[in-house]
């Protein structure tokens, strides 16, 4: 499995950005899509973004297309979500995920995701 820990999680107002960043360790980074959960309280995780294993392919959300941005880094082992004009519905606890299987197509579903992160809180104040 991959070992993923996120962070940059805070308390921003609406409006504001955030930068969240996952480190990932263990098995080889570069093989795996990358997805970003959100879990608020009271609800499911929700699937946000996710990134191909090449970085060529991204797919978002309807509620975060064109304000959040998923990238990542193969040779420094990171994923990262750029969250712009953020919103109060945006406040959730933030996952980092690695896909279950290697050079898959991107992946969206939780049950496709096989390691996940511990989360990073997101608080977004109206």
């Known amino acids: 499995q991959v070992q993923l820990v996120e962070s940059g999680g805070g308390l921003v107002q609406a409006g504001g950005s955030l930068r969240l960043s996952c480190a990932a360790s263990?098995?080889?980074?570069?093989?795996?899509?990358m997805g970003w959960f959100r879990q608020a309280p009271g609800k499911e995780r929700e699937f946000v973004a996710a990134?191909?294993?090449?970085?060529?392919?991204?797919y978002y959300t309807a509620s975060v297309k064109g304000r959040f941005t998923i990238s990542r880094d193969n040779v420094k082992n990171m994923v990262y979500l750029q969250m712009n004009s953020l919103k109060p519905e945006d406040t959730a606890v933030y996952y980092c995920a690695a896909e279950r299987y290697t050079f898959r197509a991107i992946a969206r579903s939780v049950t496709d995701f096989a390691s996940w992160g511990q989360g990073t809180q997101v608080t977004i104040s109206a």
């Open positions: 263990g098995r080889t980074f570069s093989n795996y899509g």
């Open positions: 990134i191909s294993w090449s970085g060529d392919s991204t």
